[in-house]
């Protein structure tokens, strides 16, 4: 992938130290730069600003529309403001609450199920705000692709688009990693601060890196054409991992050895579950075939399988949710195959590195 390019795509984010906010000694006083969040960063800004500019003098009642969607956004935003930061302490209806209690909340709670009422208010309509901010872009992408002189920033949106749905899919990754008992408990800490400051600024560093790679494996494994036979992949892999960056590559190096890691690799290349993948190995090995298309993966499961996906953004998180679905399925009944998706597995290590790469950096100043 070029450098370049991939510079471009990353989500723009507030830096915040996380240990501003991890003192528990003395109570802080509600701050505004601290509880808020951005309706819409510079860039996508000036993008809507475009929008207005190019179409104010020959549509008048679909500008009027987009603004009425913006202001929506910004009512939200204005609801989202009103709760208590997640980084602070606050004296709550059933107590004091503080990024610390959160923490331990986060890291207690053994449950395998779905986690939505056990989570705080404002992430919960923090990621209300996400997914309508999404809509909202991905409807302007639309827009933008039907009107001819707005088709030089449908790209643009598209873009914005997919990066804020990678940032509704991190939420995901970490509570999936914070619930890990495998992973140690100093980075399972690490995690829970890093999903506070997502759901109290709902932008991250960490995704604003990862997510070029992922949607580049995303549009290299939608193009290619594995060989259903030994169904290893391994022709695909090596030319996905070709036209990724160095930390693909080494990920894909330090990693795939792992029987877990190999097969949600091969989940995320085949577009089918671990389970269905040994059926069909199976069936092939019986029957003395080589290798077959995607198109008669059906007819040998016999059973209708979707495998093909575009590139819409929607698809990627679809196939993404059934996979790790999957994953908690297996965890909880303690089955053979992948407890993780590739994304978890990717995800946790760039983090790993990142922190290894800043412990270095403090140890040698």
């Known amino acids: 992938m070029d450098k370049k390019n991939s510079e471009q795509d990353k989500i723009e984010y507030i830096s915040v130290n996380v240990h501003d906010f991890l003192a528990d000694s003395t109570p802080v006083e509600p701050s505004e730069e601290v509880s808020n969040i951005v309706v819409f960063t510079p860039k996508q800004r000036e993008m809507i600003d475009k929008v207005f500019k190019l179409l104010e003098s020959t549509d008048k009642a679909r500008c009027a529309k987009i603004q009425e969607r913006i202001q929506d956004l910004e009512s939200l935003v204005a609801s989202f403001a009103k709760f208590p930061s997640l980084l602070e302490r606050h004296e709550l209806t059933a107590g004091l609450r503080t990024p610390q209690s959160l923490i331990h909340s986060l890291l207690s709670n053994h449950d395998l199920g779905d986690q939505a009422l056990n989570l705080p208010s ?218 993780k998706t590739l994304e978890d597995y990717f995800i946790q290590f760039v983090m790993e590195q990142n922190r290894e790469i800043q412990h270095n950096g403090t140890a040698t100043e």
Not at 123 to 142: E, M, P, R, V
Not at 221 to 229: D, Y
Request: charged share 25%; with cysteine; glycine share 6%.
């Open 122 to 339: 404002k992430a919960t309509l923090g990621k209300g705000f996400l997914i309508a901010k999404i809509h909202t872009f991905s409807s302007l992408t639309k827009l933008a692709r039907r009107t001819p002189v707005l088709n030089d920033i449908a790209t643009e949106f598209q873009g914005e688009t997919v990066s804020m749905m990678f940032m509704l899919l991190a939420e995901d990754v970490y509570l999936n990693l914070i619930r890990d008992e495998s992973i140690p408990m100093e980075f399972r800490r690490h995690l829970c601060e890093s999903l506070l400051l997502l759901w109290e600024h709902r932008n991250d560093q960490t995704i604003g890196d990862i997510a070029p790679v992922l949607q580049a494996v995303w549009t290299a494994r939608s193009k290619l054409a594995p060989a259903f036979g030994t169904m290893m992949g391994t022709s695909e892999l090596l030319l996905i991992s070709i036209q990724m960056g160095s930390t693909w590559i080494k990920f894909i190096k330090e990693r795939l050895g792992n029987q877990e890691v190999s097969q949600a690799m091969e989940e995320f290349l085949f577009g089918i579950s671990f389970e269905q993948i040994r059926t069909l190995r199976s069936i092939l090995k019986d029957k003395g075939i080589t290798a077959i298309s995607r198109d008669e993966v059906s007819k040998f499961l016999g059973e209708e399988i979707t495998m093909d996906a575009n590139h819409d953004y929607r698809d990627f998180y679809t196939m993404y949710t059934i996979r790790r679905d999957n994953a908690r399925a297996r965890t909880r009944m303690h089955l053979e195959g992948p407890h």
